[in-house]
């Protein structure tokens, strides 16, 4: 592992307070990993055998029920996952694979929940990464009970493009709509909806033309949109 992702975990929130030598003895028992795009990292209903952290690529949260798919995160680098199951030793609720080709890396569990016995400024940082896990599930929920499709994708697209308002996709438009809690049929239709509101969408290439229509199509809401709150 190179000594640059080792001091880019180190900085990260749930890392950056504890002891030096937990957090080597964190580190001297992880393996990092690369993997291929589309790769099934874990499987929901497993128990944990690692706390994983994306160091490179992108990573898919999501569950599955027979031909219905949930999207529920999307990792970039340095995100964890899934903090909840490792601290509490219990299954997995949902699965997670590549979207890119990936570079993880995984530090036992078991080494996890022994750090959070002995190191207080790490069980510390434990309880602030659920709450703000907790807080963002909530959010979502809101999101999507509240809100047409029309306005979740708008919201969407604004956290995600490019300051010059383009964004390419980095994967389909069905992988989108599961993310969205839509159909990939509804989200063709939203999608046609928003070009009288500046969006132009071809394939994975998107162009925003008309900043303002935009915003007052989405009306975002700081209780939902802004990751600070």
């Keep these: 592992m190179r000594v640059a992702d080792i ?37 929901e209903g497993d128990r944990p055998d690692f706390l994983h952290v994306v160091v490179e690529g992108l990573v898919e949260l999501y569950s599955e029920r027979e031909h219905d798919e949930l999207g529920f995160s999307l990792l970039r680098p340095y995100s964890t996952f899934i903090l909840a199951a490792v601290a509490k030793d219990a299954v997995y609720l949902n699965s997670a694979r590549t979207l890119a080709p990936s570079r993880v890396l995984m ?5 996890v929940r022994t750090a959070i016995d002995s ?32 306005e979740r994708l708008a919201n969407w697209l604004l956290r995600e493009m490019e300051p010059d308002g383009h964004l390419r996709l980095p994967f389909d438009k069905r992988k989108l709509a599961a993310h969205l809690g839509t159909t990939p049929e509804n989200l063709s239709r939203t999608f046609a909806t928003l070009a009288s509101h500046g969006v132009d969408a071809h394939g994975r290439e998107i162009i925003v033309t008309d900043m303002v229509a935009l915003k007052e199509l989405a009306r975002p809401d700081p209780l939902i949109d802004d990751p600070m709150t």
């Design 7 to 43: 001091e880019h975990v180190r900085t990260l929130p749930l890392f950056r307070n504890m002891a030096a030598e937990r957090f080597d003895q964190l580190t001297s028992g992880a393996l990092l990993q690369r993997f291929p795009a589309h790769v099934e990292l874990l499987h």
């Design 107 to 111: 530090i036992p569990a078991e080494t």
């Design 119 to 150: 190191d207080i400024a790490f069980a510390k940082a434990i309880v602030m990464e659920l709450t703000v896990a907790y807080r963002r599930v909530l959010k979502e929920l809101k999101n999507r009970q509240f809100r047409p499709t029309s």
